[in-house]
């Protein structure tokens, strides 16, 4: 694949994302509720699990029913703090990548799921393609998306407040990289390439900011948690997630041992790397693949 037609990256390198919209910027809100939708949705049990988009790895521990976590996330210093947040240890691989040239094997997982990342996806058919492909037969994807046809940007929308459409298929940007869908959209994208839909809920209903000032969280999130069912029926909060599954059986395929067989090179797909301790080699293109403090570096072949 060239990379001149790979699409743009929203990039989070250096960002301090965690601390400002997380830890201090009043999401507590939102994070609850999506632990909740979570605990929904998630396999009991798993062997490995693609987390893409893992950022700092707030949600990697809600995974815990999987034996083995890829963190796959473009910025280096997102996976940096995902580190020193869960350890360094067999059950977590580190991956710095973009999303459109994924470097594994076809078929390799189990389960993925991509929270909060297509927000930023200017091809995202492109984007869920991908992750189609290393999602083994029967394999889960668990995948939340903003949902351009909410009560808030419909209300604008018939006010006049607005000018798009959120009734319209296509994603809307609202402000760059920052892009909302609407939910049929989704669903036909992951139907044409072989999703199942098993469950859609809904989340973050009450995201409000007075709503959020004057009503108590806990009871914010008990009622959130309660219309996530209604997502069965009908989508019109900011926040959708979507539990899909590959069609056929039961994912049986070997899951190697070692990480390194994971691996596929991103610039000409081939198969297997060859470990050489700082780096995996391309036997194929030559390209070599930087492995630097436990984080896996497929964005850029290191320069000759
Ligand atoms: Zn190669």
Known sequence: MDKQTTPPICNYEDSDYQTSFWDKGGREYED??????LKRLLPKKGRLLLELGAGAGRNTPRYRGFERIVLLDYSRTQLEQAQQRLGKS?????VAADIYRLPFVNGLFDAATMIRALHHMADAPKALEQV??????????????ANKLNLKAILRF???RQKW???TLGPVEFVKLNFDFHPRAIRNWLKELGFEIERTLTLSHFRVGFLKRIVPTSILVFLDSLFQWTGQLWQLSPSVFVKAKVEGGKHKAEIPD????????PQCRY???????????CSS????WEVKDGIYDFREPIRN
């Not at 189609?132 to 939340?144: A, M, T, Y």
């Not at 198969?271 to 080699?281: G, I, M, N, Q």
């Open 271 to 281: 198969s297997p790397l060859v470990d050489r301790k700082a780096h995996l080699e």
């Open 258 to 265: 070692s990480p390194l067989l994971f691996f596929k090179c």
């Open 158 to 160: 018939l006010l006049g």
């Open 285 to 288: 293109c030559q390209k070599k």
């Open 165 to 167: 459409s959120p009734f």
């Open 90 to 94: 067999d059950k977590y691989i580190y």
């Open 132 to 145: 189609r492909k290393v999602l083994g037969s029967g394999g889960i994807f668990i995948l939340e998306f």
């Open 32 to 37: 609850r509720t999506e632990a909740i939708a």
